[in-house]
C-alpha cells in the first residue's frame, strides 16, 4: 500500500541551525507530496509541494526535492527561527485517489 | 478570502452520544475531506465529498458518517460515541477533482473530547 516514513522526532535545534527533516515514501505509481506545518492548536498549512520528478517545493525558506530514485522528499532549511517551532507532516497522495496519505509527523523546537 | 471554516472548535460529549461537526470549505472548492488526528494514531483519512457524492471512504466503522451540501458545505456526524473518538477532526477542501495538483487548505479543526 500507499505510506509515508518520516524521521523520528522530537527535533531541538538552535536558532540559525541547518535543518532536514527525512521523508520516504511508498507508492502505487507517481504520487504528489506535500509537506504541512502545523502549529500549536492550529490546523495543517500546505508548506509546499511537489507534483512529479525532480520537482523542487520552496516556501519561506524551506525547500523540498522530489527524488523518484530514492522515493523521498527531505524537507531542508538552511537557517531556522523560533518562529519555525511546530509539527511538520510529509504527505503524499496517489494520482486518482482522493486522499493524503501522512507521515506520522515530526516536531521540531528551536531554541534561541 | 475566507478559509476553511469548521465550527465548533471545541466539543465535550458524553459516551453513548452523538455528535455533528460541520466544515465551510472555501468559496470554489467543491471537493471536502475530513481526517481524524491522534496522538496514537496520526492522520486517518475519513471520507472525501465532491458535489455531494461521496467518493472514498477511510477504515472508519460505520458510526462515521458525512455528507455534503449543494453548497458544497460539509458535516460529519458519529453516533454512539466512544471513549477512542477524542481527536481533533480536520476538514480540507480541493479547488479540482483530485486535488493534488491544487493541494489542500485545511480548517482550524474541532477538537472533541468524549468523557
Known amino acids: 500500500g500507499n505510506s509515508v516514513t518520516q524521521m523520528e522526532g522530537p527535533v531541538t535545534l538552535s536558532e540559525e541551525a541547518f535543518l532536514t527533516i527525512n521523508c520516504t515514501y511508498t507508492?502505487?505509481?507517481?504520487?504528489?507530496l506535500f509537506w504541512y506545518v502545523q502549529y500549536p492548536g492550529e490546523g495543517l498549512q500546505l508548506l509546499l509541494k511537489?507534483?512529479?520528478?525532480?520537482d523542487k517545493g520552496s516556501n519561506k525558506g524551506f525547500e523540498a526535492t522530489y527524488r523518484k530514485e530514492t522515493t523521498s522528499f527531505h524537507l531542508e532549511k538552511g537557517s531556522v527561527q523560533v518562529s519555525d517551532s511546530a509539527v511538520y507532516f510529509c504527505?503524499?497522495?496517489?494520482?486518482?485517489?482522493?486522499?493524503?496519505?501522512f507521515g506520522q509527523g515530526t516536531r521540531l523546537t528551536i531554541n534561541p | 478570502k475566507a478559509g476553511v471554516t469548521q465550527t465548533p472548535r471545541y466539543l465535550i460529549k458524553t459516551r453513548g452520544q452523538q455528535v455533528t461537526l460541520s466544515c465551510s470549505p472555501i468559496s470554489g472548492h467543491r471537493s471536502v475531506s475530513w481526517y481524524q488526528q491522534t496522538p496514537g494514531q496520526g492522520l486517518q483519512f475519513l471520507f472525501e465529498y465532491f458535489s455531494e457524492t461521496q467518493r472514498n471512504k477511510g477504515n472508519f466503522p460505520g458510526r462515521f458518517s458525512g455528507r455534503q451540501f449543494s453548497n458544497s458545505r460539509s458535516e460529519m456526524n458519529v453516533s454512539t460515541l466512544e471513549l477512542g473518538d477524542s481527536a481533533l477532526y480536520l476538514c480540507?477542501?480541493?479547488?479540482?477533482?483530485?486535488?493534488?495538483?491544487?493541494?489542500?487548505?485545511f480548517g482550524s479543526g474541532t477538537r472533541l473530547t468524549v468523557v
Open positions: 507508492a502505487t505509481g507517481y504520487p504528489s
Open positions: 504527505a503524499l497522495k496517489v494520482q486518482g485517489a482522493q486522499k493524503l496519505v
Open positions: 480540507a477542501s480541493s479547488l479540482g477533482s483530485t486535488g493534488g495538483v491544487y493541494g489542500y487548505t
Open positions: 511537489a507534483t512529479k520528478a525532480d
